[in-house]
């Protein structure tokens, strides 16, 4: 690394803790993130072209993976059983407005046909992305699709959960300095580490979130292992995680979707909404809190979404249960919808009618 890049991570370093410090004075949940992501946005719009290395953001993911299992136990499976009918048709009602959207974006030669529908998939964005690209679709208008959903979601669940009073209000300062147990955190993190190796090697999609994820949620079920994190080390996961976001909104990928920018945000916005007026619906339905129902069912990144959760004092077994559904859901369904997309988009084409795409490199 040279002196400029070293100068441009110490920067990036000290705006995101400002940022965060700012985020969580006003009473904003996650800071955490959102402090780091706003920053990171920043500095890649002005130029500034860091990347953040693949292994820390590997790290990142398996201790996010190690969060949401220990958020999950028997009881959270046992309720996804008796409601199973809720938990389905909210995976198929968010899935399908999604897909809708999707497939207007590409109708409308906004986006081409699997680009629009993989940038319109909520779920983990990483792994949105990385699929995309093995699936032939154009990851940088994917990534600049997803992640702008991500910070719009996180960005609307912090000013809702502020809005009701659902912030910790905890002193977020000793909070970090608060010791967590050493062995059960130096198992955790054994955990999170051997899963993402697992999940790598045998290339499964989101496999560093995933397989920590999964092992942690068979030991913490059976009662082997509490999953435990020391504050620090979930702080910088938080940070590693917006930090990914905000530096793919680099200068390139911005040009690049400039004409399609309008009607990615409408979509976006439309999303939201939809998301929203689904949450009040399972609020009723469940008698669980505005904000804890909005999480469950709001199409922002599973891994984001699990940091807001654990910011604010949530429901968080119903809105991980909710969101790894549904996540489960789109890495089945994902692919068959994609192609199928491609593949109308491919029949339109044909036909002669004038498009609206974007050119790649454009």
Same mark, same amino acid.
């Given at each position: 690394?040279?002196?400029?890049?070293?100068?441009?991570?110490?920067?990036?370093?000290?705006?995101?803790?400002?940022?965060?410090?700012?985020?969580?004075?006003?009473?904003?949940?996650? !800071?955490?993130?959102?402090? *780091?992501?706003?920053?990171?946005?920043?500095?890649?719009?002005?130029?500034?072209?860091?990347?953040?290395?693949? *292994?820390?953001?590997?790290? $990142?993911?398996?201790?996010?993976?190690?969060?949401?299992?220990?958020?999950?136990?028997?009881?959270?499976?046992?309720?996804?059983?008796?409601?199973?009918?809720?938990?389905?048709?909210?995976?198929?009602?968010?899935?399908?407005?999604?897909?809708?959207?999707?497939? @207007?974006?590409?109708?409308?030669?906004?986006?081409? !046909?699997?680009?629009?529908?993989?940038?319109?998939?909520?779920?983990?964005?990483?792994?949105?992305?990385?699929?995309?690209?093995?699936?032939?679709?154009?990851?940088?208008?994917?990534?600049?699709?997803?992640?702008?959903?991500?910070?719009?979601?996180?960005?609307?669940?912090?000013?809702? $959960?502020?809005?009701?009073?659902?912030?910790?209000?905890?002193?977020?300062?000793?909070?970090?300095?608060?010791?967590? *147990?050493?062995?059960?955190?130096?198992?955790?993190?054994?955990?999170?580490?051997?899963?993402?190796?697992?999940?790598?090697?045998?290339?499964?999609?989101?496999?560093?979130?995933?397989?920590?994820?999964?092992?942690?949620?068979?030991?913490?079920?059976?009662?082997?292992?509490?999953?435990?994190?020391?504050?620090?080390?979930?702080?910088?996961?938080?940070?590693?995680?917006?930090?990914?976001?905000?530096?793919?909104?680099?200068?390139?990928?911005?040009?690049?979707?400039?004409?399609?920018? %309008?009607?990615?945000?409408?979509?976006?916005?439309?999303?939201?909404?939809? +998301?929203?007026?689904?949450?009040?619906?399972?609020?009723?339905?469940?008698?669980?809190? %505005?904000? +804890?129902?909005?999480?469950?069912?709001?199409?922002?990144?599973?891994?984001?979404?699990?940091?807001?959760?654990?910011?604010?004092?949530?429901?968080? %077994?119903?809105?991980?249960?909710?969101?790894?559904?549904?996540?489960?859901?789109?890495?089945?369904?994902?692919?068959?919808?994609?192609?199928?997309?491609?593949?109308?988009?491919?029949?339109?084409?044909?036909?002669? $009618?004038?498009?609206?795409? @974007? *050119?790649? !490199?454009?």
């Amino acid at each position: 690394m040279n002196a400029r890049a070293a100068g441009l991570w110490l920067a990036l370093l000290a705006a995101s803790a400002a940022g965060t410090a700012i985020l969580e004075w006003i009473g904003l949940s996650a !800071g955490l993130l959102l402090g *780091p992501m706003l920053a990171a946005i920043a500095f890649s719009a002005r130029g500034a072209a860091l990347r953040l290395p693949r *292994p820390f953001f590997v790290g $990142a993911q398996a201790v996010i993976g190690c969060l949401i299992a220990g958020t999950l136990d028997m009881g959270t499976f046992a309720r996804v059983v008796t409601q199973w009918p809720l938990f389905l048709g909210v995976t198929a009602a968010t899935l399908g407005a999604s897909s809708l959207l999707g497939y @207007l974006l590409s109708r409308w030669r906004v986006l081409p !046909g699997s680009t629009a529908i993989w940038g319109s998939m909520p779920g983990a964005a990483s792994a949105m992305v990385v699929m995309a690209d093995a699936f032939g679709a154009d990851a940088r208008l994917v990534a600049f699709m997803t992640y702008t959903r991500v910070v719009c979601v996180a960005g609307a669940a912090s000013i809702l $959960a502020a809005a009701l009073g659902a912030h910790r209000g905890d002193d977020w300062l000793v909070t970090m300095l608060t010791p967590a *147990p050493l062995i059960p955190s130096l198992a955790t993190l054994a955990v999170a580490g051997i899963g993402a190796f697992v999940g790598l090697k045998l290339r499964i999609p989101a496999g560093a979130l995933l397989v920590p994820m999964a092992a942690g949620i068979a030991l913490h079920a059976m009662g082997v292992l509490r999953m435990t994190l020391p504050e620090p080390v979930l702080a910088l996961s938080y940070a590693l995680v917006g930090w990914r976001i905000g530096l793919a909104f680099t200068r390139e990928t911005l040009a690049l979707a400039a004409k399609a920018l %309008p009607r990615v945000l409408l979509s976006t916005f439309v999303l939201i909404g939809f +998301s929203a007026a689904l949450s009040l619906v399972v609020a009723r339905l469940t008698g669980i809190d %505005p904000v +804890s129902a909005y999480l469950a069912v709001s199409p922002g990144g599973l891994d984001s979404v699990a940091i807001i959760a654990t910011s604010v004092p949530v429901d968080q %077994p119903f809105v991980m249960a909710m969101q790894a559904l549904r996540f489960l859901a789109v890495l089945a369904l994902g692919p068959s919808l994609a192609r199928m997309a491609a593949g109308r988009f491919a029949r339109s084409t044909a036909t002669g $009618a004038p498009s609206r795409t @974007l *050119p790649p !490199g454009e």
